[in-house]
Each structure stands twice: as structure tokens, then as C-alpha cells.
């Protein structure tokens, strides 16, 4: 169904884009210094849910609607941007410490990671995009089945994504339970976290489609 040589250099672009830091692993960072480890590992299961509904819709050429309407992509584009600004907005009158469901249950806290990840990604119209001019690139019509194709492609990238993010929003998590046992320091992580949100609100405005 695909072309070997093609999906082996797609193998290598893939962990390229991943290991790179871009805006999804800054959030996941940001998540597991607020919400300890698992808040970390879920937040990058979400986002790699919402990679893999990105991925179904552009192999059904959804995604192709964001090209064709431009308004679009400017309504998804705010809508996310009022998100990422909410989500700091809490994080800067945070006063909580994480470790509260720190046992491997997925509570409430982590439902909401789990979420706030898989909401920001979807409402980031960049990523939808960049599937569209990304993952054809690797596919061969003359072996039929696109769509498969890409489906093929879109599961492995969310399935890499999500081990090289959960393994960044782990360390990041273990890290900030570390720091955190001062609350001058936990202050001090929630302002930190509420500004990267911040930073990718505005990055998200301020910079046009390609």
C-alpha cells in the first residue's frame, strides 16, 4: 500500500519535526510544570489524538477547506489564540501544588490535561496546514489507496509525537515536582507556564499561513 522507500524518508522527516522544539512541545512543557508528570503525559496524549484528527481530515480533504476559505482559518486561528490566553490566565492565578493525583489514576486533573491539550492543537489551524502540505508529499498515487496512504502516515507521526511529547512532558513534570517544594519557586513556575501560554497566543496571531 505505500511506497517503502518514501515511508523511510518519511520515518526520518517525522522524527526530525518531533525531536525539534515547536509550539506543541512548549505546551506540553508548560502542562507538566503545572500538573506534575501525568498532567505532562496526558496533555501529550491529547495532542496526539488531535494530530490523528487532523489527519483523518486531510485524508478526506477536509483540510482543504482552509485554503478555499481563508475566514476560516483567521476564525479558527483566533479562537485558539483566546484559548492559549485563557489557559494563562489561570496558570497566573494559580496557588495550587501538583501532586495531588500524582498516583496514576485519571482523575478530574488529568481529564483536563488530557483535553486542554488535544482543544489547543485542534483549534491551531497551522497544524491542519501543515498536514495539508506535509503528509502528501510522502504518498504515491500511482499505488492507489491515498487516503489509506495517509492515514498510514498521519497514525505513525501522532504515535511518534506522542512518545518523544509524553517522555518531554515526563521529565518536565518530575522536574517541577522537584522544584516545586518551595511555594516562592511554585509561584514562580505558574508565571513562568502562564507566559509561555501567552507567547504562544501571540505567536499564533501575529504570524500569517505560509
Request: net charge positive.
Amino acid at each position: 500500500m505505500v511506497d517503502m522507500s518514501l515511508y523511510a524518508a518519511f520515518l526520518v522527516a517525522a522524527f526530525a519535526l518531533c525531536v525539534t522544539p515547536g509550539p506543541d512541545m512548549m505546551f506540553i512543557v508548560a502542562m507538566g510544570g503545572r500538573g506534575g508528570p501525568a498532567a505532562g503525559v496526558m496533555a501529550a496524549f491529547g495532542v496526539a489524538c488531535a494530530m490523528l484528527v487532523h489527519s483523518v481530515a486531510a485524508a478526506l480533504g477536509l483540510s482543504a477547506l482552509f485554503t478555499a476559505l481563508p475566514t476560516l482559518y483567521h476564525v479558527l486561528r483566533w479562537a485558539g489564540a483566546a484559548y492559549l490566553l485563557y489557559l494563562a490566565v489561570k496558570a497566573f492565578r494559580d496557588r495550587s501544588v501538583p501532586g495531588e493525583e500524582e498516583t496514576g489514576a485519571v482523575g478530574p486533573g488529568m481529564r483536563r490535561a488530557f483535553w486542554q491539550g488535544a482543544i489547543t492543537n485542534l483549534l491551531n489551524p497551522k497544524v491542519i496546514l501543515f498536514n495539508v502540505a506535509f503528509l502528501p508529499q510522502f504518498v504515491d498515487p500511482t499505488l492507489g489507496h491515498v487516503q489509506d496512504q495517509l492515514l498510514l502516515l498521519g497514525v505513525t507521526l501522532a504515535v511518534m509525537g506522542f512518545l518523544w511529547d509524553g517522555s518531554v512532558g515526563l521529565a518536565s513534570g518530575r522536574l517541577s515536582l522537584f522544584l516545586r517544594r518551595s511555594a516562592r519557586v511554585n509561584r514562580w513556575v505558574n508565571i513562568v507556564s502562564g507566559t509561555v501560554f501567552t507567547g504562544l497566543a501571540v505567536r499564533l496571531v501575529a504570524t500569517s499561513p505560509k
